[in-house]
């Protein structure tokens, strides 16, 4: 798995525990929809350093608490 689907995947799971959707989750942290959606689309997933502060606002973590998973301390490194 790479670090955009790691990204992915950790909003889902903070979402799905909060019951709330992702278009709500762009709405409470001054995101737009369309950005929210493009981030857990497969094919685009470009989101930027930003964006995740934003998000982790809105669910009122801090990046620390967001990027501390196992999917993110077990991820390979992205140089070749």
């Given at each position: 798995?790479?670090?955009?689907?790691?990204?992915?995947?950790?909003?889902?799971?903070?979402?799905?525990?909060?019951?709330?959707?992702?278009?709500?989750?762009?709405?409470?942290?001054?995101?737009?929809?369309?950005?929210?959606?493009?981030?857990?689309?497969?094919?685009?997933?470009?989101?930027?350093?930003?964006?995740?502060?934003?998000?982790?606002?809105?669910?009122?973590?801090?990046?620390?608490?967001?990027?501390?998973?196992p999917?993110?301390?077990?991820?390979?490194?992205e140089?070749?």
């Open positions: 798995m790479n670090v955009k689907d790691v990204v992915a995947k950790r909003f889902k799971e903070l979402c799905d525990e909060r019951n709330i959707k992702i278009n709500e989750l762009a709405n409470m942290s001054g995101v737009t929809p369309s950005t929210a959606y493009s981030m857990m689309n497969e094919g685009r997933r470009d989101v930027s350093i930003l964006t995740i502060k934003k998000f982790c606002d809105g669910l009122e973590i801090t990046l620390g608490e967001f990027f501390s998973t999917e993110f301390d077990n991820l390979e490194q140089i070749r």
